[in-house]
């Protein structure tokens, strides 16, 4: 009885141990592992960040200070970095910008040189057409160092007696002249004018600008006060108000009216066209000589306090309004 009642206690005792310590093991496993998971999550950012697999949280790993990075922080310095390596590549001033600035042509015929090989970037030649020009670097055209200049606006009165010269063209008392002490850049001039015709005219050292605006196609605004040899007849106003032909071109004239408090010989004329010597042209079409041909407006710009012979600077606003002509 003794050693039955021993050995079922013993089993008993057992199978209590065993259950004991079944419970015990695998109380102490999942402890175990709960433990080691908090461990790790807590190493990698602490218990409050989420560790979503496949998401945009996902730790992914660590910064150079040891702080978790996560899948969407690497995108967006990724997208950071990239667009910082767009703007660097896109610094600079394109070359052949960089030619016209300094005023020496426009841009297009400065990429017949640039293709030609005449121009050079630290003394080596370049062709590529999108080469952009850095700060510190030395552009040679055909040997001779340049470099872009601030652009200038200018507007003068002009006075009788000086002539707009073409290229290339030779004259004393010119109007180029009455801009001498301008600027230090070589200027462009928009609107020509006669030897006895005066009035407003622009000069600028922008040559893209001033060959747009000279284009006879160009429609820029321009008013005159015009002198005749005799009285206007009403009959020939309208004849020019409804449009005369020149040379087999039908001109067409914005406005045209007797000078309000002037005489009848006395005429303001508005037109758009770019030809050369086109008012004088107009008038010769009825039979009339013009004496005097004072252009009073240009491009929306007025003769105000800008006495004859002289110039000024244009606005930025006058600048940006001339621009918008272009």
Do not use: W
Request: proline share 2%; glycine share 12%; aromatic share 4%.
């Amino acid at each position: 009885m003794s050693r039955g009642n021993e050995g079922s206690s013993g089993k008993g005792s057992g199978r209590q141990g065993g259950k004991s310590g079944s419970s015990s093991k695998g109380g102490n496993r999942r402890n175990a592992g709960s433990q080691d998971h908090k461990s790790n999550t807590s190493g990698r950012g602490g218990a409050s960040t989420k560790n979503t697999r496949g998401g945009k949280n996902q730790v992914i790993g660590t910064s150079r200070s040891g702080n978790p990075v996560t899948k969407k922080e690497y995108i967006n310095r990724k997208k950071k970095e990239n667009s910082t390596s767009k703007k660097s590549s896109a610094t600079g001033i394109r070359l052949n910008k960089y030619i016209a600035n300094s005023g020496l042509c426009s841009r297009r015929d400065a990429d017949i040189y640039i293709a030609a090989g005449s121009v050079t970037v630290n003394d080596k030649p370049v062709t590529e057409m999108g080469f952009r020009v850095q700060p510190s670097d030395e552009v040679k055209f055909d040997g001779r160092s340049i470099e872009p200049k601030r652009k200038e606006y200018f507007l003068l009165n002009k006075p009788k007696g000086f002539i707009t010269p073409r290229t290339g063209e030779k004259q004393s008392k010119t109007v180029m002249d009455l801009m001498a002490t301008a600027s230090s850049s070589r200027l462009h001039y928009i609107g020509r004018l006669g030897r006895k015709s005066l009035g407003l005219m622009i000069f600028t050292n922008d040559l893209e600008i001033a060959n747009i605006m000279n284009n006879p196609k160009k429609r820029l605004r321009k008013i005159y006060h015009v002198a005749l040899d005799r009285s206007f007849k009403h009959e020939d106003l309208m004849k020019i108000r409804n449009g005369v032909t020149i040379e087999g071109e039908e001109i067409k004239v914005e406005d045209i009216n007797y000078v309000e408090g002037g005489k009848n010989n006395e005429i303001g004329i508005e037109v758009h066209s770019g030809k050369d010597n086109i008012v004088q042209r107009i008038f010769d079409s009825v039979g009339y000589e013009v004496v005097t041909l004072d252009r009073v407006v240009i491009g929306g710009l007025t003769k105000k306090d800008l006495p004859r012979g002289h110039y000024r600077l244009l606005s930025k606003q006058e600048i940006i309004n001339l621009k918008m002509l272009a």
